[in-house]
């Protein structure tokens, strides 16, 4: 781990300063083995903004998003979200790992939803749903499925309430899926792909609900190749290619005069 990183306005090497970006990616660098997959990342993401990141396969997307929610430790550079740095702190010029429990609480802040919806098969709608609040948060039984109830509807299934995922479209249990990660009260909401597991049919479904989020002043990075909401809904977007950011800047600008022949090409290949 790179460990001489003076992040951007920072109070300590493990804190930023109030009003500091609600991500902030230091030339962030993860490996498998001998394989860069992410080869210095530097992003900051606002508090309310929505990043849209596109880019090819294989482009490491995926895998800076878990490396946001510690699905994946970093080998390199330095992630901050809400001003904390991201499952190490710094004692000297070293870098120790937290532990679990840190590393659990520092995950609560964040909620992502995968391209499959990954929702518990025996479980209602509504018990998914309470499930981490319950047992995570701790919240009275009744509380949990009273806001369930009020999720449920926001996402458009107030009648789904006791349905069982089989019961449902891959579009609603992606609803509910959103809806349990909203659930948990997070401050950011990572989407992995959110509609490319959907039928053409229900992608818009879920892009409503995730432009609904959007309005309230969520905080999102979306990995998507749906441009249109990319440039309707996203305040910025990220082209990654072979583990880098190759182009970063207002949507409208990216999607429409792309600087990068890269990333044109890409946007080119997208919309064929
Ligand atoms: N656990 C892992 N072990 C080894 N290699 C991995 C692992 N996870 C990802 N990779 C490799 O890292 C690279 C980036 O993968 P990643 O899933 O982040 O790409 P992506 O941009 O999300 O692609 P896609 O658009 O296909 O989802 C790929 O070459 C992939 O094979
Ligand atoms: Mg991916």
Known sequence: METSLPPVGAVDADHLAPGAPLVLARNVQ???GAVKVLKGIDLAVQKGEVLCIIGPSGSGKS???RCI???????????FVSGERVGFRQVGNQLHELDDKAIARQRRSIGMVFQRFNLFPHLTATQNIIE??????KQPAAQARERAHALLERVGLADKRDAYPSQLSGGQQ???AIARSLAMQPELL???EPTSALDPELVAEVLLVMRDLALTGMTMIVVTHELGFARDVGHRVAFMDQGQIVELGPSQAILTEPKEARTRAFIKAVRH
Request: charged share 20%; aromatic share 10%; glycine share 10%.
């Open 30 to 32: 993860k490996h498998f």
């Open 63 to 65: 895998t800076f998003l």
């Open 69 to 79: 929610n510690q699905l994946e430790r970093i080998d390199g550079g330095a992630l």
């Open 132 to 137: 981490g609040p319950v047992q995570v948060l």
């Open 174 to 176: 992606q609803r509910v």
């Open 190 to 192: 990572l989407f992995d």
